[in-house]
């Protein structure tokens, strides 16, 4: 279903049947929600502002009791905007709603610390940050 690049990854562990994601996604993460989407999952894909960043009211109504993951791109790899990925995360702590962040992008150019972000699951591309690669998260499933 997924390319070796992209960053979803599929079992039987979710507890629902939908995803909230941006629509300015980078297509390694966009192309992986379009295919649960065919395969029966809710997919929303929440717009941008003029700003190009993403409206945290608009995620938060979003987000339903079904909701299995939230992905939001930290740094966009074409106009530079950084998503508040601390509110974010902050979001879906407080809905219990697990919590990926696409920081490829963000490598090596903004100061990353993870570990304040309990509901957070990253992925890294290492040429990015000058390593041969590294990875942090959890198998995600949309049943």
């Known amino acids: 279903m997924t390319a070796d690049d992209e960053i979803i990854y ?3 562990n979710a507890h629902g049947k939908h995803v909230v994601t941006s629509a300015v996604e980078h297509s390694a993460v966009l192309r992986p929600y379009q295919d649960l989407e065919k395969h029966g999952c809710a997919v929303m894909f929440l717009g941008v502002d003029r700003h190009g960043n ?3 009211a608009e995620l938060e109504a979003a987000i339903r009791p079904e909701t299995a993951l939230v992905s939001m791109m930290w740094a966009n790899n074409e106009t530079g905007v950084l998503f508040p990925v601390e509110k974010i995360a902050e979001i ?3 809905k219990g709603v697990l919590f990926h962040t696409d920081a490829v992008q963000a ?3 903004i100061p990353i610390r993870p570990i304040f972000f309990p ?3 990253t992925n890294f591309m290492g ?6 690669f590294m990875s942090t998260g959890e198998r995600v499933s949309v049943r």
Do not use: S, T
Request: charged share 35%; net charge positive; with cysteine.
């Open 119 to 121: 509901f957070l699951r």
């Open 107 to 109: 490598v090596g150019k």
């Open 92 to 94: 879906c702590r407080q």
């Open 54 to 56: 993403v409206d945290l």
């Open 10 to 12: 599929l079992d039987n």
């Open 127 to 132: 040429q990015k940050a000058w390593a041969r």
